[in-house]
């Protein structure tokens, strides 16, 4: 039975591709689940190598603010890149995804974000925020993330004016505004 009662349709519950957990079956979880079989059975990933939903809390003037990544990549033991999936417009979704790869990890900046829709992708880095490539097939294979671990700088960003000034954008970015003033949960929290 399809539960209509909020703005997110839940079809039931689905099965965790990567831990096995049961999430809500909705619409922007399926397109999730897909994203991390595409890492692991097109781009030969581990599943081991693949983190997912990950939070970054903020709270600025009494506005709480919950940051899921959907997932983060692991190579050799650093994490390399983000993932961030939104429907519709990437370009909108390209700062707060680069503002969560500089602050998710406290040892370092994770050098790259990837934001998708789910037909569409980009890739970012994140020391200067810039595109590196459209399209899904900007997403790097296994092969080219080993690469890329070596050729990436995982630098320490604890500035606090600079972390603080990154927390602060999610705050803004990932605001739930279509929840404001309803009981309804964001997705990928308890």
């Not at 997912?52 to 983060?72: A, G, K, M, V, Y």
């Not at 595109?131 to 790097?140: E, K, N, R, Y």
């Not at 606090?160 to 309804?184: M, T, W």
Request: hydrophobic residues 35%; contains cysteine; aromatic residues 6%.
């Amino acid at each position: 039975m399809i539960d209509t009662s909020g703005h997110h349709l839940v079809y039931g519950e689905l099965q965790d591709y990567l831990t096995g957990e049961i999430l809500p079956d909705t619409d922007d979880e399926r397109i999730r689940q897909s994203l991390a079989r595409i890492l692991v059975e097109q781009l030969g990933y581990s599943k081991e190598e693949l983190e997912p939903r990950l939070i970054i809390d903020s709270c600025f003037n009494n506005n709480q603010t919950r940051t899921l990544i959907e997932l983060t990549a692991r190579i050799n033991g650093q994490r390399l890149f983000i993932l961030r999936y939104g429907p519709g417009s990437l370009v909108t979704r390209e700062t707060a995804a680069v503002a969560a790869a500089r602050i998710l990890d406290p040892a370092y900046r994770i050098p790259l974000a990837i934001v998708t829709n789910g037909r569409d992708a980009e890739l970012l880095e994140t020391d200067k925020g810039t595109v590196l490539a459209f399209g899904m097939a900007s997403i790097p294979d296994r092969l080219q993330a080993e690469k890329m671990v070596r050729e990436y700088a995982f630098e320490p960003y604890n500035d606090p004016e600079r972390r603080d000034k990154a927390l602060r954008i999610l705050n803004v970015f990932d605001q739930e505004v279509c929840c404001h003033g309803s009981d309804c949960t964001q997705e990928g929290t308890t």
